[in-house]
């Protein structure tokens, strides 16, 4: 139990990133008095401590302070970031949690402690041989996230040619997986010699290449792609996206999850995709999806990914930052290729 | 009964026009001596004198010598042009034709005369009130790419803000007063001002504007749809694409068709969209398509026309051109904004 009043530390936007990769003069840490006496905590609220923040690219997209195509909410300035994470609860002012209880929240803050409306936090029992960390990765929003776009969008089958791109981040290790599940080749890109080596070695990919060397995309997914693309998985857009319409079959499916390769650019500047008109003549489907949307299927994913984890079919693979001051190093890892599987911030030992 | 021999034009392709409007060193007239003798007419072919050729943009692509991303084959440098066409039988050696049927092909030679296997002539049998064209236009290949892109595809419902762009070309003309027949708030471009004006007065749509004095199209978008685009018909492609995307509202659709403004131009030198995001946020899906692929849904799509024509809730409009001669005339006309409704050439009077 911790003490009744905490320093606790938090991370705030003291200015918008309009472009770039966010760094210290727009995201700050301060400390700030918390209470967790009963009687500071409004009834309906959970007073809990982090242990794990889910870094992921889609907060970048919050702090750029403009409209910039995923239509979330901006961060005030002055506020605190949000981000996915999980807490184990200190006190409770709603019967249905209990103190030492797992909980995770989508808006949790990025901070050591939080309090929150109890409807704002789901429960988590964590099953036998499963990590907690498991539950913001291959388990929780990036595994979803994975297996919508893999599943319900992309359709994949056995036989098909699946490519996915930032194929070693969070949600792509658990999409390629899933694509191998349902017996289909898949290729991935990836940012490094090492994330290929390892996409190829641990994680069953049948190819994969590093995109930062073969820079000649069209190039690489000729090489790679000899009977074209049927499903793709796009993290990245832009230039690849490109690239992929020169190469997609009759009928393929793009999911689109996020473009990476866009996020610190004002939408003006990015990349323009000018052939489109191949999705025509190939009746090329494309969608865009927020994982939300797809929330009230998130029993059948569960069902289904608890199995493939049970058998070994799918691993997690995490990238652990320690310590709530390494937040910033932990965000601006996904713009750099510099991480393998889910950046996962561990706020508590 | 034409004569036994004739001497029948036709229109060939003496150089591919990779880029620009075709004109007359691309496109020539050539006459060539055509038997239409019994025994020189092969088993299961049919002759018949031709009378109207359907002219639509996708013709265009054809041209190119390029694979230019509809998936067309290119015609061969030398080889006769083809076409949607309608003709009136004149010898069969299939027994299931016989002289004076009227016959539609969708490989039809742009010519006065035609000899093609039985197989891939398909028989109208024209309706009380219904003038040939019509089988041409809404009752034909443009009317069905319209009820595809509206219903199929945009999934466009009673209240839905629906936006088509060339919108009295042959399909789009049909394509908004389907719209309208579902219910929906219609709004069309086009490129003069008669247009306009008939689309409004003539046709029920809305509201319609000129995007080539409205050349700003975020801000005609933001006057025209306040409640943002729910179904887009894209015609064009590029930059207006581009703006609807800025446009759109959560979960709309857009049915790709074609993309008049880019037909013109090595892929490329297209226009690239670069507010693709834009997608993933509002989980937009957006579907390229090729009508061909929906002619087993022919016939119930004629039963619906067919009401449709017969209450007058769709009146079809046709830019007719006169005589073989014409040809290219009519062809370059699409890409001017020259014309209202569907381009056809009448071969025979």
Not at 69 to 94: E, F, H, T, Y
Not at 167 to 190: D, F
Not at 317 to 325: D, L
């Amino acid at each position: 139990m911790a003490a009744v009043e905490v320093e606790n530390r938090e991370w705030y936007l003291a200015n918008y990133a309009p472009a770039g990769v966010p760094n210290s003069e727009h995201l700050k840490l301060r400390t700030v008095s918390l209470s967790l006496r009963a009687d500071s905590i409004p009834d309906g609220h959970v007073a809990f401590q982090i242990l794990y923040v889910s870094i992921d690219p889609y907060v970048r997209t919050q702090l750029s302070g403009l409209d910039d195509g995923l239509s979330l909410p901006q961060i005030p300035v002055g506020q605190v970031i949000r981000a996915l994470g999980m807490g184990k609860v200190i006190r409770s002012k709603d019967e249905k949690f209990s103190g030492g209880e797992i909980v995770i929240s989508h808006i949790c803050p990025v901070a050591e402690f939080g309090v929150m409306p109890s409807n704002l936090l789901q429960k988590v029992n964590p099953a036998d041989g499963i990590a907690l960390p498991d539950y913001l990765s291959c388990l929780g929003m990036p595994g979803i996230t994975a297996w919508v776009g893999i599943e319900k969008i992309g359709n994949a089958k056995e036989g098909s040619n699946v490519y996915i791109t930032a194929a070693a981040g969070g949600v792509g290790i658990v999409a390629g997986q899933l694509a191998k599940v349902k017996g289909c080749r898949v290729v991935g890109s990836v940012g490094s010699h090492d994330k290929v080596k390892l996409l190829k070695e641990e994680f069953g990919y049948d190819e994969a290449f590093n995109y930062r060397v073969e820079t000649d995309y069209d190039a690489a997914l000729t090489k790679y792609f000899p009977d074209g693309i049927d499903v793709y998985f796009d993290n990245v857009g832009g230039k690849m996206l490109e690239a992929v319409l020169n190469h997609a079959n009759h009928g393929a499916r793009i999911a689109l999850c996020g473009m990476i390769s866009e996020y610190n650019k004002v939408w003006t500047e990015r990349e323009g995709v000018r052939n489109l008109l191949n999705m025509v003549g190939k009746e090329v489907m494309m969608k865009g999806f927020m994982v939300g949307s797809y929330y009230n299927q998130f029993e059948e994913f569960v069902k289904e990914m608890e199995v493939h984890l049970k058998e070994g079919k799918i691993k997690s693979k995490h990238k652990i930052y320690n310590g709530i001051g390494s937040f910033l190093e932990s965000l601006a890892s996904l713009f750099t290729s510099s991480n393998v599987g889910k950046v996962i911030l561990q706020v508590t030992p």
